[in-house]
């Protein structure tokens, strides 16, 4: 049984756009119906492939920006001028077509509520996509884990499902800090800067509290992040990263 399920997880199978959603300027979450997708765990990705007409294929892994208990699969998208897969999927993708995946992949950078807590959520730029999931699980689950996120993002502009955390947030579902590094609205209250050493003792619970630590977002940023942590006493073992670049791995 158990080599079935995983055989099934590793089946390419077809997920058809019903929906497209811009996100920012330069990402656009699929909405795909995918009728026989066997379920995922909050912070997992898949993989996708594309095939040209000359027979050229191009996979890359994405992050599932949905929930478990939600019915469609959400990937978010963002757009690298150079990407070789990202152009297509947030420009010329239409309702209708369909795409390759391939998983649910990945049982290490995952959360639920038999985990525990408390949760601390760090993510930098598009890493907030995994994360994501997981902010919406723990609310599906009405979990009284408590949850933080602290989400880096160049501007206001750039931060990616806005709305629904400032909703969520607001509901008490988490607890949401954003910092800016390029740019800010008049009047911001909120961080400015790089996430650092010292940002990390002000929003991190105390290392004697034990969080659960997941950080996803580019390798420098998830390096710097982790490392500080460890410094200011936290148990690396409670923390758990996902690193992505230009060329692949999960976004």
């Known amino acids: ?10 089946t390419w199978r077809l997920g058809t756009v019903i929906d497209l959603i811009d996100e ?5 979450s699929l909405v795909l119906d995918v009728p026989d997708w066997p379920g995922h765990r909050a912070g ?5 492939r594309l095939t040209a007409d000359d027979g050229y294929q191009a996979q890359r892994s994405y992050s599932i920006a949905s929930a478990p208990g939600d019915d ?5 998208v963002e757009l690298l001028e150079d990407g070789e897969v990202s152009p297509y999927l947030a420009g010329e993708l239409r309702l209708g077509d369909q795409l390759e995946l391939r998983g649910p992949v990945g049982g290490y950078f995952v959360w639920q509520e038999s985990l525990g807590g408390p949760v601390l959520l760090i993510a930098g730029g598009s890493g907030v996509v995994p994360l994501r999931s997981i902010v919406r699980h723990h609310a599906d689950v009405d979990s009284d884990v408590p949850l ?5 993002s160049q501007s206001i502009d750039d931060v990616l499902y806005r709305d629904e955390l400032d909703r969520l947030a607001a509901s008490g579902d988490v607890d949401v800090r954003f910092t800016l590094t390029r740019a800010w609205p008049d009047g911001w209250q ?15 619970w105390p290392p004697a ?21 460890v410094e200011l006493g936290h148990d690396a073992a ?3 990263t996902e690193r992505f670049g230009a060329t692949g791995g999960p976004s």
């Open 190 to 204: 909120g961080y400015r800067g790089r996430i650092d050493g010292e940002l990390l003792g002000e929003v991190a």
């Open 238 to 240: 409670r923390i758990r």
């Open 148 to 152: 933080r996120l602290l989400y880096s």
């Open 72 to 76: 469609t699969v959400v990937l978010t």
């Open 24 to 28: 920012t300027a330069r990402a656009k």
């Open 209 to 229: 509290a034990r969080p659960l630590v997941y950080i996803c977002g580019p390798t420098a940023f998830v390096e710097t992040a982790a490392s500080a942590l």
């Open 44 to 48: 997992q990705h898949v993989d996708v």
């Open 1 to 10: 049984m158990a080599r079935a399920a995983v055989l099934g997880r590793l």
